[in-house]
């Protein structure tokens, strides 16, 4: 993955620089209904707006709102000074060539360049009789039924750090209206702390290989309450993958975790989560946030161990260590390997064994066949372009001989950078090489790839649609 690439560029780095201390709900059954989502970029963490299906008529808008908005009517208000567009680099979504704009005084739609000059008043959209403001508005370009735009609203991770298994929708809304004000579909920032639970009804016989499950790349490689704005440096560019912690990924829908355990013999917690060779969160910070999160849920948790970057050398006394410290962490959450990655979710919850030790090396699962499962396989195509990685990800999907076995696949959708790419920081960081293709990825499962997906892993997954998309195709599975 990125940590074996990048390895040597990060040692140089480290050398140099130190790091700083619903009108319409929804419908999962049916495909070619219009939706909304909403998702958040990764380099300046801006509201994302995207839709499909859209009738996209003349007089259509597309609102954010930071409260439920329960209806819409128009108002006459001043005239507001024009927009200016984020330069291109900024923008993201299907258009090239099309245009972000910046949130003023509510109102974000191309200005009408011909009347501007003339009119002092201009008729402005509000929600629920004007005691909710609209934020952010967007026209949709007629004619074209998908568009995905970054805003220029700012999102607060601290915000997502206040879920908890009861919220539902939070921080913004996003509703489709016609010219009329009428609410066409809605959506909002969500979290799905039990999704798995939710379809029970029609998962419950399948095997997690049958499902299409929502993963993160080095999913421990986050910092709290980091700001990339403020604190960002070259080493952070090129070390951190998520913005959520472990609690906040898992409660947003992910259920697969990319694990990299590094020890470090002479710290009071030896076993760390590493990215490469950098040090990222201590191992007992994840477990924890897993084993209460499946506590609280009873939801499935495939636990995936790979790599092992630092400190475990070529002998096996490292490896004991840590599946004797997983198994007094996890304890009697750990689905037994009896199970088989055969068994169904009922067989699963059924032992209330929720949390699938994966780990990456088939000596140790020889060794504790009662503790282990042999790892996922992790389909990496080391891709630097959206093109290339776009036709990897086609390929393996295409010709994918895997579907015949229960053993969970992951397609690692993110792009990695090459050593010398790092070193001389070419490509901006992983944030712009996640933004340039995570809404590109979420169409790409989303029309084309989602029937057969197994589990998708991305780079700061809160920019992708892939939790949404998954739950919509495991939803209609039972009719496919």
Same mark, same amino acid.
């Given at each position: 993955?990125? &940590?074996?690439?990048?390895?040597?560029?990060?040692?140089?780095?480290?050398?140099?620089?130190?790091?700083?201390?619903?009108? $319409?709900?929804?419908?999962?059954?049916?495909?070619?209904?219009?939706?909304?989502?909403?998702?958040?970029? =990764?380099?300046?963490?801006?509201? +994302?707006?995207?839709?499909?299906?859209?009738? =996209?008529?003349?007089?259509? $808008?597309?609102?954010?709102?930071?409260?439920?908005?329960?209806?819409?009517? *128009?108002?006459?208000?001043?005239?507001?000074?024009?927009?200016?567009?984020?330069? *291109?680099?900024?923008?993201? &979504?299907?258009?090239?060539?099309?245009?972000?704009?910046?949130?003023?005084?509510?109102?974000?739609?191309?200005?009408?360049?011909?009347?501007?000059?003339?009119?002092? +008043?201009?008729?402005?959209?509000?929600?629920?009789?004007?005691?909710?403001?609209?934020?952010?508005?967007?026209?949709?370009s007629q004619g074209l039924t998908t568009q995905w735009f970054t805003t220029g609203l700012p999102f607060d991770y601290a915000l997502s750090q206040n879920v908890t298994v009861h919220t539902d929708c939070y921080g913004f809304w996003a509703s489709y209206i016609d010219a009329q004000g009428n609410i066409l579909a809605k959506t909002c920032l969500r979290v799905f702390p039990r999704w798995m639970n939710d379809l029970k009804s029609k998962i419950g016989e399948m095997r997690l290989r049958d499902l299409f499950i929502p993963g993160t790349h080095d999913s421990g490689s986050y910092r709290p309450n980091f700001d990339p704005l403020l604190r960002e440096s070259l080493v952070t560019k090129y070390a951190l993958t998520q913005d959520d912690d472990i609690r906040g990924q898992?409660?947003? &829908?992910?259920?697969?975790?990319?694990?990299?355990? &590094?020890?470090?013999?002479?710290s009071p917690d030896p076993f760390f989560i590493y990215h490469g060779i950098t040090k990222q969160r201590p191992l007992q910070e994840v477990i924890n946030q897993v084993r209460d999160f499946v506590y609280e849920t009873n939801e499935i948790v495939i636990f995936g161990l790979k790599e092992f970057p630092v400190g475990f050398g070529k002998g096996l006394g490292v490896h004991r260590l840590l599946i004797s410290y997983l198994r007094d962490q996890f304890h009697d959450l750990i689905a037994h390997p009896s199970l088989t990655w055969s068994a169904s979710l009922r067989d699963i919850w059924a032992r209330k064994q929720n949390v699938f030790l994966a780990y990456d090396h088939e000596a140790m699962v020889e060794e504790f066949p009662d503790v282990l499962f042999g790892s996922v396989e992790q389909r990496w195509g080391n891709k630097q372009t959206w093109a290339t990685l776009e036709t990897y990800l086609r390929n393996i999907n295409d010709f994918d001989v895997s579907r015949f076995s229960s053993r969970p696949v992951s397609d690692m959708a993110e792009l990695t950078p090459e050593t010398w790419d790092v070193i001389l920081d070419k490509i901006g960081g992983l944030r712009k090489m996640a933004d340039n293709v995570n809404w590109r990825i979420s169409q790409l499962y989303r029309n084309e790839l989602g029937t057969n997906a197994n589990i998708v892993a991305a780079d700061f997954i809160r920019g992708t649609t892939l939790v949404e998309t998954a739950i919509e195709y495991n939803a209609r599975k039972i009719y496919m």
């Open positions: 993955m990125v &940590g074996k690439v990048i390895r040597l560029a990060l040692l140089m780095l480290l050398a140099a620089w130190t790091e700083e201390g619903q009108a $319409q709900t929804e419908s999962y059954e049916n495909p070619n209904t219009l939706k909304l989502w909403l998702t958040i970029s =990764a380099r300046k963490r801006f509201l +994302e707006v995207s839709w499909s299906n859209a009738p =996209a008529n003349k007089g259509d $808008q597309v609102l954010v709102t930071r409260e439920d908005a329960l209806s819409f009517q *128009s108002q006459l208000l001043r005239k507001h000074t024009p927009l200016a567009a984020f330069p *291109s680099e900024e923008g993201s &979504g299907s258009g090239d060539g099309s245009p972000s704009y910046v949130p003023i005084s509510g109102f974000t739609a191309r200005p009408d360049t011909k009347t501007a000059t003339r009119k002092v +008043e201009q008729e402005y959209w509000v929600a629920n009789g004007g005691a909710t403001e609209v934020v952010a508005a967007i026209q949709p898992l409660m947003h &829908g992910v259920r697969y975790l990319d694990i990299r355990v &590094g020890y470090y013999r002479n």
